[in-house]
């Protein structure tokens, strides 16, 4: 049986883009928002073992006021498989 993925669900602040870098990143063909750089301020965390229990949480999470207003947004990133323990697998 395979192992469940990790799953990283965050709550985050929208972060506002000035018209110079919006203007500037167009005409570059640069990206606007890198998270890898400078990702956009947390506001809630949380872990969840499988998919179908990120994607309750990402709902819940995108039910509160500041996310529907368009101010946060909720984001579900796979983390990979959990560490398997040095322990031998019980046969039944």
């Known amino acids: 049986m395979d192992s469940p993925?990790?799953?990283l669900i965050v709550r985050t602040d929208v972060r506002a883009v000035a018209p110079d870098e919006m203007a500037s990143a167009?005409?570059?063909g640069a990206r606007i928002r890198d998270e890898r750089t400078?990702?956009?301020p947390r506001r809630q965390t949380m872990f969840a073992e499988d998919r179908d229990a990120a994607l309750h949480l990402a709902r819940a999470l995108?039910?509160?006021g500041p996310v529907r207003a368009?101010?946060?947004r909720v984001k579900v990133v796979r983390l990979g498989e959990p560490e398997r323990s040095s322990r031998r697998p019980?046969?039944?």
Do not use: C
């Open 26 to 28: 167009w005409a570059n």
């Open 5 to 7: 993925m990790r799953y």
């Open 62 to 64: 995108a039910s509160v």
């Open 90 to 92: 019980t046969v039944l």
């Open 70 to 72: 368009g101010r946060q």
């Open 38 to 40: 400078t990702p956009e």
